[in-house]
């Protein structure tokens, strides 16, 4: 980034930075877990991803992309192929697939919904808002949809929106943790790191909040420069690769922090000798 940009120029980049190091982080690499931010949960057959290694993640890949070649209009084959695709950070091709899938099945809420998810993670923010929406009935309002549709709001910058869609969310889905820690990471998007934390400890206290809640726990405290006990919470209930993997893209995200922060310093000490 040009060392001459506008204070507001930088934010806004620090903001679509941090957004695309989140979205990543849940998608792939760093938390190799379904990701609830960008389309809710899925229900999808067979053994759980998250908990998988990156060695099974790759032979899942190959099991079930044969499985869905066989056959690619079966939905089940093709949500679960395009999912374990997005966990390996392969999203062009996951897009690919869902569009062969979202073909045919066009009225399916689950398909749709994992169309979105494709969508958002392949950078068509807008295309993704306009299928979650459809996925969405009034009559049948779905928790999951409504907390789908604030995290691309949220990708497109449109915070106060998202944040109606959360409460929406919780107002059917009460204590929700993933729809609580969604609102957190709507701060963190908007630099409020303090009020950011404040909601993912109480995603974190929820009863059924899992090791993706905590880990978003990590990110905020890691992002305040607390990181020895951001990653006493990334190591807890991981095993010691997934945890390491959590750690290193802390201190990524860290690191990209304190690159933005550096320059801004510069410009305040420029201002100041003008």
């Known amino acids: 980034m040009a060392a001459n940009a506008s204070p507001t120029h930088r934010k ?8 695309m190091l989140l979205l990543a982080a849940t998608l792939a690499g760093c938390a190799t877990r379904p990701d609830k931010t960008t389309t809710g949960s899925i229900p999808i057959s067979g053994a759980p991803l998250e908990s998988m290694s990156a060695t099974q993640l790759e032979n899942a890949e ?7 070649e066989r056959n690619p209009r079966d939905r089940n084959a093709g949500l679960r192929y395009a999912q374990v695709l ?19 099945h066009p009225t399916d809420r689950d398909v749709l919904a994992a169309y979105g998810k494709a969508q958002a993670a392949a950078g068509q923010l807008e295309q993704a808002l306009t299928t979650i929406q459809r996925a ?3 009559d049948r309002p779905d928790w999951r949809l409504y907390s789908a549709e604030g995290a691309v709001l949220d990708q497109l910058g449109r915070s106060d929106e998202a944040r109606q869609k959360y409460r929406l969310a919780l107002d059917a889905q009460p204590n929700e943790p993933t729809v609580i820690s969604n609102l957190g990471m709507s701060y963190v998007l908007s630099g409020d790191l303090r009020t950011a934390e404040t909601y993912m400890r109480s995603a974190a206290q929820q009863p059924a909040a899992d090791s993706r809640v905590r880990q978003n726990l990590a990110l905020v405290v890691g992002l305040q420069g607390r990181f020895k006990e951001a990653e006493e919470i990334a190591r807890r ?5 997934q945890a390491d993997a959590n750690v290193t893209y802390l201190r990524s995200m860290l690191s990209q922090q304190n690159s933005w922060a550096k320059l801004a310093d510069k410009d305040s000490q420029q201002k100041a000798t003008n």
């Open 12 to 19: 806004a980049r620090l903001a679509q930075a941090t957004a």
């Open 62 to 68: 190959r099991s079930v992309g044969a499985a869905y």
């Open 86 to 104: 997005g966990m390996t950070g392969k999203h062009a091709q996951a897009l690919a697939v869902m569009q062969q899938v979202v073909i045919a």
């Open 136 to 138: 969405q009935t009034p």
């Open 237 to 241: 209930e991981l095993s010691a690769q």
